[in-house]
């Protein structure tokens, strides 16, 4: 997926508007640093969704389940009878209780599993292409010159309007995510910037940039129009009417007409729960033959193209992995 930083208060059309009228200036990784938002404003639900042009997007279900972007592409390489192979192995980590069953809650836990090892992926890769000096840390000069091509002894004024209020918002959640307050950002660090929305210390700076850029009226909240924006414009009346319900009914929890606080984190954060959640009601649909709500290694090997597809994975490296997660646990 697209890495991450505060941008994501932005969308990526921008971003790439940015690249076009700015060329020499913005560097050729903004994209995959910034994490798209959606037309509402929201952040997308990672990098991977479960339709894409209308059709189901099975890359979604295999990373779900290998936890590797690089590992899910790699399985291209296996016949089916090593991809079921080396699925059970998964199968056996996955297992909690080893009774060749997979029950809804294992599934999850190990969905989110899968989504930290994603984003810690992600950023590693974005990591080792922004550190120049390779000492395993990323500053700040560094981070400009690898994303939008300039070092910080240039003036930023000379960038247009945009490009000035990107980097003024990495700048503040740059020094969020410097917890030790160093300059530097270590791999930990870099996660916490790279993904804020996945770290709850990075949330107050995420609402106060979304109020910042929301908030026309200045009051603390967002309205349906501040929710709707210019957007509102290009919407039939049935469309219009669609978005007003789910702010009515889903969004404005306390039912007082607008977003407040952890209304408006819920409305631009993605819940990893829920998105998991919804993962896992998706794989038991196409994979529980006889819907005893329970997934046996026999059910999910036989729908093996729907965990994991026929592509190959670096089972040393994703078994260490593992055992690291389970070490932490």
Do not use: C
């Not at 509402?40 to 042009?53: L, N, T, V, W």
């Not at 954060?269 to 329970?294: K, T």
Request: charged share 35%; no cysteine.
């Amino acid at each position: 997926m697209e890495g991450n930083s505060v941008v994501f208060l932005l969308s990526v059309l921008l971003v790439m508007i940015l690249k076009q009228s700015n060329a020499g200036v913005m560097h050729s990784h903004t994209n995959e640093l910034h994490k798209e938002r959606e037309t509402d404003g929201a952040y997308s639900p990672r990098d991977y969704d479960h339709h894409k042009d209308g059709e189901h997007f099975s890359e979604f279900d295999h990373e779900a389940i290998i936890g590797s972007h690089k590992e899910a592409e790699e399985y291209d390489h296996l016949s089916p009878e090593e991809s079921k192979r080396r699925l059970e192995i998964l199968l056996l980590k996955m297992d909690l209780n080893n009774d060749r069953q997979i029950d809804r809650k294992e599934l999850k836990a190990w969905i989110i599993r899968s989504f930290k090892m994603l984003s810690e992926e992600e950023a590693r890769d974005r990591l080792e292409d922004a550190d120049e000096d390779d000492d395993g840390r990323i500053t700040w000069e560094e981070y400009l010159s690898d994303t939008y091509g300039i070092d910080s002894s240039e003036n930023s004024l000379t960038f247009g309007e945009d490009s000035q209020h990107l980097i003024a918002d990495d700048e503040v959640m740059w020094k969020a995510a410097d917890e030790n307050k160093d300059g530097f950002l270590n791999s930990e660090e870099w996660v916490s910037f790279s993904h804020p929305e996945e770290q709850p210390k990075m949330l107050p700076v995420i609402l106060e940039q979304t109020l910042r850029d929301k908030d026309k009226d200045g009051d603390g909240s967002i309205s349906f129009q501040e929710y709707m924006g210019a957007r509102g414009t290009d919407l039939g009346k049935e469309d219009l009417m669609t978005e007003k319900v789910k702010f009515d009914e889903v969004l404005d929890k306390n039912k007082n007409g607008k977003l407040e606080g952890s209304e408006i984190l819920s409305w631009v954060v993605p819940s990893n729960d829920e998105i998991a959640q919804e993962e896992v009601d998706h794989l038991f649909v196409h994979s529980d033959d006889n819907h005893d709500d329970i997934l046996t290694f026999e059910e999910i090997i036989d729908h093996h193209e729907t965990f994991v597809g026929s592509e190959a994975t670096d089972y040393g490296d994703h078994l260490h992995n593992i055992h690291h997660f389970e070490d932490e646990l």
